[in-house]
Structure formats: structure tokens, C-alpha cells
């Protein structure tokens, strides 16, 4: 077991780096390629060769996906949507978008800012009134720049032996956790620590305030506009 958590620790910067590029590359190539090519170029060669060092089963992967005017013109898969067992990515593979969503939420935030519906330097107790009352307030602001202090609540449930990837954790589940620490990391608004416990939180807002589920209102607000 150590000798494997050994291999794992050497191997995650690499892995982390390689996604990191992965990522890069799967969002800024295709608008790149759309905006430059010209409409009738058979764009299968160039993306291909792009694209090659994660064309294989034992590298993560992605989906590409090219259009012009709304008609698509490219969509090919990469690499593994598992590892371990080496099933291939699709064109129609769902995933996880993480911490990608974080500029969704806040947008959707803001949205009810300019609405009038709530205020960035609202108390957060104001909208959920479940968390503790803490010796300096926090405000949708401190949520939205990661200053709240609140712990991150995939950490807590890791001590409880569930962590984020062994289970499934809805808003309910993380309230729960949030709701039960007397205590933060530090005073709101003194430091910065990057926490999902924040976002998990100002989506629960969206969906009070607006009386919609947070993926209806960040679909009819956001995304289709």
C-alpha cells in the first residue's frame, strides 16, 4: 500500500499537468480551428495530429467538437473515459465539468444582483438560515472570492469516510456537513482559501432566490441568451 501511494504521489503532478493541458487544448483548439478555417478544409488530419498524444487507451482523453454557424464540421473522441478498465471516450461521453461551473454559479449570482433580488453583501444567513451564526458575518461576497473561512466541505466528508469521488453528495448532503461546524478556518474577509463549500452554497441561494432549480434558472438566464 505505501509502496502504491508512493507511485500515486509521483504520478499526480504529471497526471494534474497533462489534464491541465488536455483541457486547454479541448477548449481554445476547436474555436480556434472554427474561427480560422476556411468552411470546405477537411479539418480530420490537422485535429488528429493535435490531438495524437491522447489518442490511446491508456491516456485520459476527450471529446472535440468543431461547428461553423452552428452546423458541425468535426466531432471525434480521444484516449479513455476510464483508465483502469480502458473504455474509450465518445463523442457523446458525459464529463464531469467541476470547478468549470464555479463561473456559471457566480454569473447566475450576479444575474440576481442586477435584478435587485439580492445583494453581494448580503449576510449568507439571510437566504440560509441553517448555517451558524458565525462572530463576523458572511456575505455572498466572501463566498463568491473564497474569503468566507468555511471549511471545505469535501474535506469533512473525506474524515467521515465518504469523499467526494466514493459517493454521491447532493446540497442537502453538503448543508448537512456546513450546517454542523461551529467554527471556520478564519475570520471572513482576513484570507483566501479556495473552497467548493462556498459555491455549493451561493447555488442554494440561486435556486431560493429565484424559485427555480439552479439548472433551470442558469439555463434560461445564462445559456440560452
Not at 464531469?96 to 449570482?109: D, L
Not at 433580488?117 to 449576510?123: E, F, Q, R, S
Not at 442537502?172 to 463549500?197: C, E, F, H, M, W
Request: proline share 7%; charged share 25%; aromatic share 8%.
Amino acid at each position: 500500500d505505501r509502496l502504491a501511494l508512493r507511485r500515486h504521489l509521483r504520478i499526480a503532478p504529471t497526471l494534474a499537468t497533462m489534464l491541465r493541458r488536455l483541457l486547454i487544448a479541448a477548449t481554445v483548439l476547436p474555436a480556434c480551428l472554427s474561427a480560422q478555417m476556411p468552411s470546405g478544409r477537411d479539418l480530420t488530419p490537422l485535429v488528429n495530429r493535435m490531438f495524437a498524444r491522447w489518442d490511446s487507451a491508456s491516456a485520459p482523453g476527450c471529446a472535440v467538437g468543431i461547428d461553423r454557424a452552428g452546423s458541425p464540421r468535426f466531432t471525434r473522441a480521444f484516449g479513455s473515459a476510464d483508465l483502469e478498465f480502458e473504455v474509450p471516450n465518445k463523442p457523446e461521453t458525459i464529463f464531469e465539468a467541476g470547478s468549470i461551473s464555479k463561473q456559471f454559479t457566480a454569473a447566475a449570482t450576479v444575474v440576481l444582483a442586477f435584478d435587485g433580488k439580492l445583494k453581494l453583501d448580503d449576510d449568507v444567513r439571510k437566504y440560509v438560515p441553517e448555517l451558524p451564526t458565525y462572530e463576523r458575518t458572511i456575505t455572498i461576497r466572501h463566498l463568491l472570492n473564497h474569503t468566507s473561512g468555511l471549511r471545505d466541505w469535501g474535506e469533512i466528508a473525506g474524515l467521515s469516510g465518504w469523499p467526494r469521488g466514493a459517493r454521491s453528495h447532493t446540497h442537502d448532503d453538503v448543508l448537512d456537513i456546513l450546517k454542523r461546524q461551529r467554527a471556520l478556518n478564519y475570520p471572513p474577509g482576513d484570507r483566501y482559501s479556495y473552497t467548493n463549500s462556498g459555491y455549493n452554497l451561493l447555488a442554494i441561494i440561486v435556486s431560493r432566490v429565484s424559485g427555480q432549480p439552479f439548472a433551470s434558472f442558469s439555463n434560461e438566464r445564462l445559456l440560452k441568451p
